[in-house]
Structure formats: structure tokens, C-alpha cells
């Protein structure tokens, strides 16, 4: 029997799993809209009231980023954060159907979610036999 509960358990066990790459993706849209608005790092540092050695670390996924600091990273960016965040989240409004997108830019994450998903099936339907 398919249990409905099992894909969002498992994406998101995946998610905590994998953590350190999904700190990558979400450092990586910080940098990228930082210089899209030309901002160095100095300027983000002050901005932020954080070092600049800091920012990069969380640009480079070296260190993952509190909810408070990023609150305080959208804000210096002069952004919200569903700009960030909006294809991390499934059923966002803005991408409706996320994994086929995501499949469809070549993304990682996704890839790696639609892998783990199948494989867990494959366990798990071999469990039931």
C-alpha cells in the first residue's frame, strides 16, 4: 500500500541528509544576487554587521545561515526572501511543478531527490515483498 506521507518524509530527510549541499544552493543565490546588484563583500559585511570572511563562507555553503541572519541578509539585499527560498519550496506559487523545472535547469538537488525518492521506493517496495 502507497503511503502518501512517505515522499514528503523522505525529501525532507534527504534535505536534512544532504544539508550541506543544499547550504551551497542557497549561499550561492545569495552571492548571485549580490553581485547582480553590485555589491561587494565589504559593503555586504556592513550591511549585514557581519565579516566579510563570514558572508563568504555562507556564500560558499562553508557555513549555513540562521533564520535570523538570514532575515538580516534579504534585508541588505534590499529583497524578500521568496526570492531566495522560492525554488527550495515545494508547491511554491511561483513554480508550481519545482522538480520539473529544476530537472529542466540542470539542477543538482533535485536530481539527487528524484534519486534518493526512487530508491527508497525500490527498498521499500522490495520490503513489502
Known sequence: MFNSNLETV?????????K????????????????KKNISTEQMAIRTM???SYIMQI???TNGVTLNKFVIICNALEIE??????????????????MYNELQN??????NIINYLKKQKTEYNDYEE
Open 10 to 18: 523522505n525529501v525532507n530527510q534527504y534535505i536534512f541528509n544532504h
Open 106 to 111: 540542470g539542477k543538482n538537488l533535485s536530481k
Open 20 to 35: 550541506k549541499q543544499f547550504n551551497i544552493e542557497i549561499g550561492s543565490k545569495i552571492k548571485e544576487i549580490r553581485n
Open 59 to 61: 556564500e560558499n555553503g
Open 50 to 52: 557581519m565579516t566579510p
Open 81 to 98: 526572501p521568496r526570492e531566495i527560498l522560492d525554488e527550495f519550496i515545494f508547491g511554491s506559487k511561483t513554480n508550481e511543478d519545482l
